[in-house]
């Protein structure tokens, strides 16, 4: 299945992320946002445009010892060239303040390893561009 086949889910088995994703980032806790956040790549995804990344909180993944399932804080696919939002983290925690910083520090984690894994540049939006425009920049 393509990723543009993939649905995006509202949660994920412990046994998926377990057995199948690989941490490839860690997003250290900072002042108004007090989790540590794990960007995972899914491991049966072996070609670049077919990638795909879930990213959870490492609270929920402790949690999900006892409850069987993850919530992903986000999940990210690779289109063409470009990184796009599957499951975006304010649908997911609308009462969790997110920052465009956050969710910026997140793509440059995928369009990192896009670079070094698979030698290829990823484009994605930067929202501290001049006048608050939202540009596209590779890595």
Same mark, same amino acid.
């Given at each position: 299945?393509?990723?543009?086949?993939?649905?995006?889910?509202?949660?994920?088995?412990?046994? *998926? %992320?377990?057995?199948? /994703?690989?941490? %490839?980032?860690?997003?250290?806790?900072?002042?108004? !946002?007090?989790? /540590?956040?794990?960007?995972?790549?899914?491991?049966?995804? *072996?070609?670049?445009? @077919?990638?795909?990344?879930?990213?959870?909180?490492?609270?929920?993944?402790?949690?999900?010892?006892? /409850?069987?399932?993850?919530?992903?804080?986000?999940?990210?696919? %690779?289109?063409?060239?470009?990184?796009? !939002? /599957?499951?975006?983290?304010?649908?997911?925690?609308?009462?969790?303040?997110?920052?465009?910083?956050?969710?910026?520090? %997140?793509?440059? @984690?995928?369009?990192?390893?896009?670079?070094?894994? !698979?030698? *290829?540049?990823?484009?994605? @939006?930067? *929202?501290?561009?001049?006048? @608050?425009?939202?540009?596209?920049?590779?890595?």
């Amino acid at each position: 299945m393509l990723h543009s086949e993939a649905r995006a889910k509202s949660e994920r088995s412990i046994q *998926t %992320i377990r057995d199948n /994703t690989r941490v %490839i980032d860690t997003i250290e806790p900072r002042p108004l !946002f007090s989790d /540590t956040i794990e960007v995972r790549r899914m491991l049966s995804r *072996t070609h670049r445009d @077919s990638q795909h990344f879930i990213v959870t909180l490492l609270s929920d993944m402790k949690r999900a010892n006892d /409850t069987k399932v993850v919530k992903p804080f986000a999940e990210v696919a %690779i289109r063409g060239d470009r990184l796009r !939002f /599957t499951v975006k983290p304010k649908k997911q925690y609308p009462e969790m303040w997110v920052s465009d910083e956050l969710l910026h520090q %997140i793509e440059v @984690s995928v369009a990192s390893f896009m670079k070094d894994y !698979f030698a *290829t540049k990823i484009y994605f @939006s930067d *929202t501290k561009a001049k006048d @608050s425009k939202k540009e596209c920049h590779p890595l």
